[in-house]
C-alpha cells in the first residue's frame, strides 16, 4: 500500500493506493498520523487508487473521521471504486462520510 500525502493551504489529499488490508493498515496508520494530530482543515481521501479496505482500514478512516470532527476538519472520500461502495454501505459508511 503506498500513501501520497499533499497538503496545500488548509486541505491535505491523501491518495492511496493499492489494498489496504489488515498488514498494510499498521503502515498507513502511522503515516496518516500527523494528519490525525492537525485535523482541523479538509482532509481529501483519494480512493481511486484503492482496490481493497479492510475492517482494519475502515477503523482508521473513522479514526481520521473521529480526529477531524473534533478539531473542526473535515474528511471527504473521493472516487471510491463499486465493490468499497457495497462496504461502505453494508458499514453504514456512507452515511459517516461525504463521498464524492
Do not use: H, W
Request: charge should be negative; proline fraction near 2%.
Amino acid at each position: 500500500m503506498e500513501v501520497i500525502i499533499n497538503k496545500e493551504s488548509n486541505v491535505s489529499t491523501v491518495r492511496l493506493i493499492g489494498r489496504l488490508d489488515t498488514p498494510a493498515s499498521q503502515d498507513v496508520a502511522q503515516e496518516l498520523e500527523p494528519l490525525m494530530a492537525d485535523a482541523s482543515g479538509t482532509i481529501v481521501l483519494d480512493c481511486s487508487e484503492m482496490g481493497y479496505i479492510s475492517s482494519s482500514g475502515l477503523r482508521i478512516f473513522l479514526s481520521l473521521r473521529k480526529a477531524a470532527a473534533s478539531r473542526g476538519g473535515k474528511v471527504i472520500v473521493r472516487n471510491i471504486s463499486d465493490d468499497i461502495r457495497q462496504v461502505f454501505m453494508m458499514t453504514g459508511f456512507l452515511n459517516l462520510f461525504e463521498i464524492e
